[in-house]
């Protein structure tokens, strides 16, 4: 089981977003697999170090559109 996401918490946002329409069709597919991508994920999100004002600057840009984060994808 993931570290990060568990079974269930994960099957339940899954089944959330596939129960919703997007308007897109690509976003509803990159949802679901960024939720399986952080449910496999081994916990690798502990090492990671943000202040309380970079925690505040990512979070305040929320929600963004999917494709303007395309320019932060190497």
Known sequence: MSEVLDDETAAKIIKNIRAHDQDSPH????MVNFVWSLHQSDGELDEMDLDEDEIGDILNGLPTNPERELAYMD
């Open 27 to 30: 976003f509803q597919a990159t």
